[in-house]
């Protein structure tokens, strides 16, 4: 009798472990699944902004391009923008993107105080661009929104410049945080 239980026990725990290794490997297929076709999602906006980033530069020969400037991103979200620099000059230049924060605007028009500073929840590459002649490259600005920000919309100012002068218009942005 006691053999028999313990053949029982047995078997239950094989059947046990077969089904959490299904289980298991059906959430790694799923999960594996969803992450594709985020990627495929992603690559599709990425392109998207970088054709129009590609019309404005080249097509309508502006040195400065800023295509899709307002997003809105929620609390622990993130946002990518995408600026456009062309060299319009004869010769190499480097060239540098600086962003600033310009003020945080209510639902009601009210400018907001802040206690956050929203310049810390972008990153994007501050280093000199080094651009040959009619070449352009395109600059990706990373904005996170930490869970305590304020549900307003967060403008910035994104200025590229060409050995201390101002090159093309200042393109501004805006995080709309609701």
């Known amino acids: ?8 026990l047995s078997v239950n725990m094989l059947v046990v472990i077969i089904l959490s290794i299904v289980i298991l490997v059906g959430g790694i297929a799923f999960l594996y699944k969803m992450i594709g076709d985020a990627g495929t999602i992603k690559d599709q906006l990425d392109s998207r902004t970088e054709l129009e980033i590609q019309r ?3 097509d309508q020969g502006k040195p400065v391009a800023l295509p899709y400037y307002s997003k809105s991103v929620g609390r622990e979200q993130s946002a990518v923008y995408g600026i456009g620099i062309r060299n319009t000059f004869s010769e190499s230049k480097e060239f540098q ?6 003020k945080a605007v209510s639902s009601s028009n009210e400018v907001l105080d802040l206690e956050l500073n929203p310049l810390d ?3 994007f590459d501050s280093e000199p ?7 352009f490259d395109i600059v990706s600005i990373h904005a996170s929104v930490p869970a305590e920000a304020d549900s307003a919309q967060y403008l910035f100012k994104a ?3 060409v050995e201390g002068e101002p090159h093309g218009n200042v ?8």
């Open 1 to 8: 009798m006691q053999k028999k239980g313990a053949i029982e």
């Open 56 to 58: 404005l530069l080249i």
């Open 97 to 102: 993107l600086s962003v600033t924060f310009d």
């Open 121 to 123: 929840w972008l990153l």
């Open 129 to 135: 661009l080094l651009l040959d002649s009619g070449q």
């Open 159 to 161: 200025r590229v410049s």
């Open 171 to 178: 393109q501004q942005f805006v995080v709309i945080v609701s």
